[in-house]
């Protein structure tokens, strides 16, 4: 997978996940009814958004892909340090955002291509591969899933852009994301999981309200 293209992804849905809110311009000062001066402006306070700390993002993901904790305990461990603590937003950094996709990553990895050992096999009466025939509609399983998706909602325009481009193999400029020699069905699951990757780390399912 190639990290920056999902980490820039990240980036660019924290810092859009946040609107500004606009005053009531309506209020004003007024004794007995009518209004002295201009109106006052009433400071709204700002939202309060968090990110997920590592162990609701840990549970997050093992909730929305049915996959037990278990399953991923080596990779948690790696990488747990670098999670977020404290479900500060403003002390995010670009590690936490790495550390929240290789954590999806190992959450995808089983969810697409089911649990396998060392050698690359299924593992007999372990997680299962997704079925082929959920590979080709794979952006709308995955939304339909993981997030409460609605097409007409412009927040998931910038989302549904980005899964177009990681499905189709394109780098947003004017590359590929994977330019090894597969088979025509790897390539499809690998480009799968990383699509997978993209929601599961982004702020769709990362920040708290």
Do not use: W
């Not at 402006?41 to 278990?70: D, E, H, W």
Request: charged share 15%; proline share 6%; glycine share 10%.
């Amino acid at each position: 997978m190639k990290t920056p293209i999902v980490l820039g992804f990240l980036l660019l849905l924290i810092t859009s996940c946040n609107p500004s809110q606009k005053p009531d311009e309506g209020s004003s000062s007024s004794i007995g009814g009518s209004p002295i001066g201009p109106p006052v402006v009433q400071a709204m306070a700002p939202r309060l958004v968090r990110v997920m700390n590592y162990n609701q993002f840990n549970m997050t993901l093992a909730k929305l892909t049915g996959i037990n904790q278990s399953k991923v305990t080596s990779v948690f461990e790696q990488i747990k340090g670098s999670l977020p603590a404290d479900g500060d937003i403003e002390g995010m950094t670009s590690f936490n955002l790495v550390a929240k996709a290789k954590l999806a990553d190992a959450y995808c990895g089983i969810y697409i291509n089911g649990e396998r050992n060392m050698q690359g096999a299924l593992i007999a009466g372990g997680v299962p591969m997704l079925p082929d025939s959920e590979i080709p509609g794979i952006k709308m399983h995955l939304l339909n899933k993981f997030i409460d998706y609605d097409a007409a909602d412009p927040v998931f325009e910038s989302l549904s852009a980005e899964l177009d481009n990681v499905i189709s193999n394109r780098d947003g400029q004017g590359g590929t994301l994977i330019g090894a020699a597969l088979s025509a069905s790897q390539l499809n699951r690998n480009l799968s999981v990383m699509a997978c990757v993209a929601i599961l780390a982004s702020s769709h399912i990362t920040l708290l309200e």
